[in-house]
């Protein structure tokens, strides 16, 4: 794998981590809250973020940086509700894992290769695909960790 994708893969690696430890020991009911609930779907719980990021992971790295159609669905996304700890750390075992899959399969020069974003049929370097894909882990990521120190503060 090129050093850009080592590196790349180094950081989401980094970002999941943020997650996992910001999810830990947390009971489902936590999982489920939602800090503001008044918010007309601008809030989501821990669930839905852990859950919608990983689902765009994999369609950044894999249905438009790589053209490996996933089946996405992305409104169910944020329909995912009493799940568990061990569910939400598989779901970004799992996502680790197909990055990096995904990762070795590309070489330097596929970083300035086009590909299409099969939701809206919009074209996107392979690079400006996975650098948003980082961008959103690592917004979310930020999402988790204060609704963590919300429902801490509250219970």
């Known amino acids: ?8 893969l180094q950081r ?8 996992l430890n910001a999810i830990e020991g947390l009971s489902p009911e936590a999982l489920d809250w939602i800090p503001i609930q008044e918010t007309n779907g601008e809030m989501n719980s821990i669930n839905v973020l852990v859950t ?3 689902g765009a992971e994999r369609y950044w790295i894999g249905d438009v940086a790589c053209g490996d159609p996933s ?5 169910e996304e944020f329909q995912v509700s009493k799940l568990d700890v061990d569910t939400l750390v598989q779901k970004i075992y799992t996502a680790t894992a197909y990055a990096q899959s995904a990762l070795e399969k590309l070489n330097i020069e ?13 074209n996107f370097t392979v690079g400006w695909a996975l650098l948003h894909g980082l961008e959103h882990t690592a917004i979310h990521l930020g999402h988790i960790q204060i609704t963590r120190q919300m429902w801490d503060e509250q219970n």
């Open 71 to 75: 089946g996405r669905v992305r409104d």
């Open 12 to 19: 989401l690696t980094d970002l999941h981590q943020g997650i």
């Open 52 to 54: 919608h990021l990983c």
């Open 1 to 8: 794998m090129h050093t850009f994708y080592q590196d790349y």
């Open 110 to 122: 596929d970083l300035t290769k086009e590909g299409t974003s099969p939701r809206d049929e919009r």
